[in-house]
């Protein structure tokens, strides 16, 4: 895909998580996100932000990554499935998008791992036959919450996948490679069951996300980054507070399984999709949006703002859940967004001054 292309491409994906993060204002009851022509997102929220934003996003990288014309498809198409979700496309006209995206995504998953096969990228493949999956629940019984478990286990074992091949350089440990195996199997076998609806599957699900806690903590590279500066510290205070949050969701599903609404429930999502996904998104971005858009690394010290803004907010989003706060809650889900927001916002500040300064001193980045 040429550059007007992916920017276009780019472009609507942002679009996607702003309207997916109304979406998600709107289900906390926030009547100041009913504005005009958006009444009717809220029951979106989950399927705007995994399929519509995260999904699309990786489909994006993925196809980058693999250099081949069709693969395109993917993002594009997802996208495509979310804004027939915000223009009210008629059911299944979005579902269906969503799902011919996974596919394509996946077959571009199966010939990573022809490619290169390992782990890593078994792990990765996965990941993608869990994505179609959730789409397939969510058509058949016409609800997200059968879904929700498949779509957890996409997005977990992606990131997984990730960092089982960086884990690659450093020292050889023996447990290194089964312990992952085994995480990954648990994940997989337990997001599938309880997306099927089988009664243990989340007890499951939740072991295996308890089990990828230790081996982040034991295995991961930020145990060395961490002792770093600058970006790659950055990255790993990013991760290790993700991680924190991932072990959590498994105490918390492990305790008290998945309802379908609630506080628990509120809980149990938010600790996954907000503490874990979203701060892998803060710590790769920076890392990431170079390779995809052909700039330099947007990092500054500044970033640690919005990344103190999401936990602290999701701190109190819990605090809220579990306490019975109303109030907390919905303070905590507002400040979540504005997280998000205020991390997109200094990212492409960033980006502009170091083009500018660039210009003035060509060679020296921002400091």
């Known amino acids: 895909m040429m550059g007007a292309g992916r920017a276009v491409l780019a472009s609507m994906t942002a679009a996607t998580l702003l ?10 009851g926030l009547e100041a996100a009913f504005v005009p022509g958006t009444d009717l997102w809220g029951p979106h929220h989950g399927a705007l932000m995994v399929s519509g934003f995260f999904g699309t996003v990786i489909g994006f990288e993925r196809a980058a990554a693999l250099d081949r014309g069709w693969v395109w498809a993917a993002p594009t198409l997802t996208v495509a499935g979310a804004w027939g979700l915000l ?20 077959a571009g998953a199966i010939l990573s791992l022809r490619r290169r096969p390992g782990l890593d990228t078994a792990a990765l493949a996965a990941a993608a036959a869990a994505w179609p999956t959730g789409i397939i ?17 996409f997005l977990i074992l992606t990131i997984a996948g990730e960092r089982v091949e960086l884990s690659r350089f450093l020292p050889p440990h023996p447990a290194r490679g089964p312990a992952a195996a085994l995480v990954a199997v648990a994940l997989l076998a337990g997001g599938l069951a309880a997306a099927a609806g089988v009664a243990d599957g989340i007890a499951l699900f939740s072991l295996g996300l308890l089990g990828l806690t230790l081996w982040l903590f034991r295995f991961d590279v930020i145990r060395h980054t961490l002792r770093q500066r600058g970006l790659p ?13 991932l072990g959590f969701a498994g105490a918390i599903g492990l ?33 990431i949006l170079p390779a995809l858009l052909g700039i330099g690394s947007p990092y500054h010290p500044v970033l640690y703002l919005p990344l103190l803004l999401l936990q602290t907010s999701l701190l109190a989003r819990i605090a809220g859940d579990l306490g019975g706060r109303d109030d907390l809650r919905r303070l905590g889900g507002t400040l979540n967004g504005a997280a998000v927001l ?22 020296r980045g921002l400091e």
């Open 137 to 153: 629940a969510w058509i058949a019984t016409g609800l997200i919450l059968p879904a929700v478990p498949a779509w957890a286990t």
């Open 87 to 106: 223009f009210s496309l008629a059911s299944p006209g979005p579902e269906i998008l969503f799902l011919m995206g996974s596919l394509v995504f996946l």
């Open 233 to 245: 510290r950055y990255s790993a205070v990013c991760l290790a507070g993700g991680y924190l949050w």
């Open 19 to 28: 309207a997916g993060l109304l979406a998600g204002l709107q289900r906390l």
């Open 342 to 363: 205020l991390f997109l916002a200094t990212t492409a500040l960033i980006v502009v001054l170091q083009r500018q300064h660039r210009r003035l001193d060509p060679g």
């Open 255 to 287: 305790a008290f399984g998945l309802p379908d609404g609630g506080p628990v429930y509120d809980t149990l999502l938010h600790s996954l999709f907000v503490g874990f996904v979203f701060a892998m998104v803060f710590g790769h971005m920076p890392i």
